[in-house]
């Protein structure tokens, strides 16, 4: 029973991965190994941000006041903007045929599933098996789900960041987007200190997403409107 739970929140946290890559253009592109190229850029920037959360910032210890603790937090939130260049660079480097929604499907479904792999799995064998059914664990799926649309939309605005033909009226909406994706888990905790229901937490992280998913996707196709 606790394997066949286990099934069942891995099949609800890739299959949007599995079913978003099987159904969109890019098999026809052959596309695989470029989604391998953006994990691998995943991957490095990660380790760069370890590397300076590790030299710059140190570990909030006991006896600071919640003000302090807050600041410390926003920093390392800072160091979320790297995400960003890891993309723009791998947007850069990285040749896909076809249209732009070819690429910004490929780095963000590539980006995403590493991110997940890396940061779910584990915990996701090793709380799954243990229990038959824990609702804390299909949250965690869902929440994987939500990511999914979250990495396609920041891929989306460090594309549309990139293009020269983007209105000038639009950008400063893109970068406001791109700062407040940036600080996605400052907006998680101020959610978390009004209420603990995680259902919510995940409601309001769905809308946020849905919403600047929707402008983003509006944005789009307005660029290729006027191609």
């Known amino acids: 029973m606790t394997l066949f739970h286990f099934g069942n929140c891995l099949a609800l946290s890739y299959a949007p991965y599995f079913i978003a890559y099987r159904y969109s253009s890019l098999p026809e592109y052959n596309a695989f190994w470029k989604c391998i190229r953006a994990g691998m850029a995943y991957l490095a920037t990660q380790a760069v941000k370890m590397v300076v959360l590790a030299t710059f910032f140190a570990s909030s210890e006991g006896g600071q006041n919640a003000s302090v603790d807050l600041n410390i937090e926003l920093m390392k ?14 947007m850069q480097r990285l040749r896909v045929s076809g249209q732009g929604e070819l690429k910004i499907l490929a780095v963000g479904l590539g980006w995403g599933c590493t ?40 891929a989306g605005l460090v594309w549309l960041w990139m293009r020269n033909d983007l209105r000038k009226r639009f ?11 940036s600080y996605r888990s400052m907006v998680s905790l101020m959610v978390g200190q009004l209420t603990n229901d995680i259902w919510l937490q995940l409601l309001a992280k769905f809308s946020y997403t849905l919403l600047s998913g929707g402008i983003t996707f509006v944005l789009f196709l307005s660029i290729i409107s006027w191609k």
Do not use: K
């Not at 950008?171 to 994706?181: G, I, N, T």
């Open 171 to 181: 950008v400063p909406l893109v970068m406001f987007l791109l700062a407040v994706s």
């Open 115 to 154: 991110e997940l792999v890396c940061t779910q799995l584990v915990p996701l064998w090793v709380q799954a098996r243990g229990v038959e059914f824990s609702w804390v664990n299909v949250q965690t799926s869902l929440d994987s789900n939500i990511s999914l649309l979250q990495h396609l939309t920041r």
């Open 77 to 90: 939130a800072s160091m979320d903007l790297l995400d960003f260049l890891g993309l723009y660079f791998v």
